[in-house]
């Protein structure tokens, strides 16, 4: 059965995009710890993280890199935080967390947005992403 993410990737469920690659796509998430807070996944599904081939692995990082460099230059923050889990959904996934304090990557915490927020948010983080390209 496809994961969310794959619905996602596939069109089958609307999301905040804010960059796409052949093999990788980015966008916010839905429920986040702190305004910002974005999904790095990799098109290809593949439960956990290790199980990716290096040259995919290697990819990811470096898509989410691209990403979380933009992502600090639209969202004020002391710094871009990086999560791993991958319990709730049996897709590969980086966290990008805008970061004020410990308590925005403790997973418990969340705000909340408007879909015109998230909208706006995640335009202006592709711009940025897609002129770092060019």
Known sequence: MASIFTKIINGEIPCYKVAESADFIAFLDINPNA?????????????KLFELDETSYLGLM???????????????????????????????????IPLHSMKDIDFKHKVSLTSEE???????ISEVFLASES
Request: charged content about 25%.
């Open 35 to 47: 305004k910002g807070h974005t999904l790095v996944v990799p098109k290809k599904e593949e439960n």
């Open 62 to 96: 470096t898509f989410a890199r691209k990403v979380a460099i933009a992502l600090e230059k639209v969202v004020p923050c002391e710094r871009v935080g990086v999560s791993v889990i991958g319990l709730e959904v049996p897709h590969v996934h980086v966290h990008l």
């Open 118 to 124: 998230f909208s706006e948010l995640a335009n202006t």
